[in-house]
Structures are given as structure tokens and as C-alpha cells.
């Protein structure tokens, strides 16, 4: 079955920082509404969709839906507005960037990301140094009536930036964690058989703390949990070889460990036997810092052995995330070859 690439620009392209995913939401569901048998919406705005199996256990996969973003904080008396960030930023990636401001009318205003610093002609050497994401401001280009007509404290603000095709893969915003919702859906599509209840989950607030998935896996009560996400892609100039977590084009990042979460063993040992077995590229994969929306399964009620499957990127919480072709298919064959059999990955009935 062709993988429907033209789903994945929408998924980037479409805003949604955390609490505020309904738009993106409502793409991945129409996509996933062939899928399954059942969709619900829960209080923290998880869309859970389960897909009925013949065996009592129940897998749960998850792919957040939030983007890293903002929401407006201040405006000050000259019309320029303050953010409060939604996720993990590097302050160096967003100078001169543009922005959108998702105002609460519906109206859609364009403003230009910038720190209020020196110009390069008058900056020294110590203020070169200088750089925190308090200090940046969006410029809307209007009027401070304007501006305080339209725009109201906590509308959401996206970085504005397009999906692209770049020589073997794709570039965009938002590919953490688009891709893992892409990559849940196309599995879906392309499972040939499963006898597991599949319980996909298009979670919410995972950049502010892996919030939806830990509600959603307390009412969903799976067996086993399996997040996809992207991971450290650092196979670029200037880095440590020995660093690396993981590299464009080796495969489907199997992970054994974040800061969040510990993989199971027994998982990691069926993800890797599985894609020998089946000859499709994968890599392993320890993350020194940062978490996933595994860590937030595992814990949930008296435990869930759970795994990430993640996609390499380059350039991740940047508006130039990238990711290859063919890792994203290894990931997709690897994860419906698992749930072919998922059933029997452990004694957990």
C-alpha cells in the first residue's frame, strides 16, 4: 500500500501547541477514522482510536500531536508582544524567524520573531553573549490599537514555516512530533493481520510534560505501550561521533532508553528480532536527555512495559526538522510487523 506522503505535510503544517490541538486533531482523525472501530475524545483532548482485535490484550501506541510553540504573554504599550514558550526552545534558532498569532476571532496576523537586543553595527562582544527567550518579541507591523484590538493574552503563536521536499527526505516545523503521528497512522493502514486490540492514541501536551498520554494510558489500561517519536539525529559536523544517538538513513531507532523512560527489555529484544527477521533497517538508540510519551505509559496505574520507536531527525525543536524517506518507512513496517503479533510479545493477558 503507497504511503500517502501528502498526509504528513498536513500534519506539519497545521498549528497546534499544547492545549490548543484541536486542529491538527481533527486531520490525523480523518485519517484514522477508516482505521478503527471506535474513536473517543477524553477531558484532556487525547483522540483515542481503537482498532478490535479477537485477544484480550490491549497495545497502546501513541504519537503526541503538540508542537513546540507560544502563547502571548504581554503586550506592551508600543504593541509588541511577549511569549510564554510552550516547549524546549534554543533562543540561537529563533532570531529573525517568522511567526503566526492564532488570534481568538479566527483572524490569522504574520509578525516577525526578534530579541530585543543591539543591532550587529552596536553590539560588543558581551552583548554578543546575551541571548534569552524572555527578551524576544513578535512585531506584528500594526498599531498598538491595532494590535490590542486583535490579539488578546494567551492566543497561540507558531513558528511560520513550510513542509518541503529536500533531496531524500522531508524538512519542516513540527516534525516532532507529526512524524510519529504519521508513522501511527500509516501502520494502521498498512496491517495485514492482528489479533491485539490496537489502541492509538493522538496525545496531547507531550512537550510540557507527557501530560495526555499519562491520562489516557490510567483509562485505557493497555498491556504494553509503544510511543513514536523522533529522536537526535547528530551525524552533522561538529559533533562527537560517540554522541551521535542516531543517523539519517540507518533505519528505525530502536530505543533503549531516555530520561524518561527505561525500555522494556523483552520489547527491545522483539523489535530488534522482528526486524531481522523481516530485513528492514533499525538502528539502537540511548538518549541522554529528554522524554517521550512512554515514559508517561510506563507509569501509569501499577505499570505498563513499554518502548519509543523513534524517527532520526536532524535539527530537532528547530523550524528545519528532517527527516529521511526511508527511515520513516523502516519505522512503518517495523511497527505493523509488530503488531501482527503483539499478542504474544508477553505474558501480560
Not at 529563533?94 to 553590539?123: D, E, F, N, W, Y
Not at 532508553?257 to 539502537?284: K, N, T
Request: some cysteine.
Amino acid at each position: 500500500m503507497a504511503i500517502e506522503w501528502d498526509l504528513l505535510k498536513k500534519l506539519c503544517e497545521t498549528p497546534g501547541i499544547a492545549s490548543r490541538e484541536n486542529q491538527v486533531r481533527s486531520v490525523a482523525l480523518d485519517a484514522l477514522r477508516p482505521l478503527v472501530q471506535e474513536i473517543r475524545i477524553d477531558q484532556l483532548g487525547n483522540a483515542i482510536c481503537v482498532k478490535s482485535g479477537k485477544s484480550p490484550v490491549k497495545v497502546m501506541l501513541a504519537g503526541h500531536l503538540d508542537e513546540i510553540g507560544f502563547m502571548v504573554r504581554y503586550i506592551d504599550d508600543a504593541g509588541f508582544l511577549f511569549l510564554q514558550p510552550l516547549g524546549g526552545f534554543d533562543p540561537r534558532v529563533l532570531v529573525a524567524q517568522r511567526v503566526l498569532v492564532h488570534t481568538s476571532s479566527g483572524t490569522l496576523l504574520r509578525g516577525v520573531l526578534m530579541p530585543g537586543i543591539k543591532p550587529a553595527h552596536l553590539m560588543s562582544a558581551e552583548d554578543a553573549q546575551r541571548l534569552r527567550i524572555e527578551e524576544f518579541f513578535v512585531d506584528l507591523g500594526l498599531s498598538k490599537e491595532r494590535v490590542q484590538e486583535q490579539v488578546d493574552i494567551g492566543d497561540m503563536v507558531t513558528l511560520d514555516r513550510s513542509f518541503e521536499t529536500i533531496g531524500d527526505g522531508f524538512v519542516s516545523k513540527a516534525m516532532d512530533d507529526r512524524i510519529g503521528v504519521f508513522v501511527m497512522i500509516e501502520a494502521l493502514r498498512s496491517l495485514q493481520s492482528h489479533k491485539a486490540t490496537i489502541i492509538a492514541v493522538a496525545t496531547t501536551q507531550e512537550e510540557v510534560g507527557l501530560r495526555g498520554a499519562r491520562v489516557s494510558a490510567f483509562g485505557v489500561e493497555p498491556a504494553l505501550g509503544v510511543a513514536l517519536d523522533v529522536t537526535l539525529a547528530l551525524d552533522i559536523p561538529g559533533q562527537d561521533k560517540k554522541e551521535s544517538v542516531s543517523r539519517l538513513g540507518a533505519g528505525a531507532a530502536i530505543k533503549i532508553m531516555d530520561s524518561s523512560l527505561i525500555s522494556d527489555p523483552r520489547l527491545v529484544e522483539r523489535f530488534r528480532s522482528i526486524a531481522r527477521r523481516e530485513q528492514i533497517p533499525y538502528q539502537i538508540e540511548i538518549l541522554p536527555r529528554g522524554g517521550t510519551d512512554a515514559g508517561g505509559i510506563q507509569l501509569s496505574r501499577a505499570g505498563v512495559p513499554s518502548i519509543t520507536l523513534s524517527i532520526p531527525t536532524r535539527y530537532v525543536h528547530t523550524v528545519n526538522e528532517m527527516v529521511y524517506r526511508s527511515d520513516v518507512e523502516a519505522c512503518i513496517n517495523l511497527l505493523a510487523a509488530f503488531l501482527q503479533e503483539a499478542h504474544e510479545v508477553l505474558d501480560v493477558s
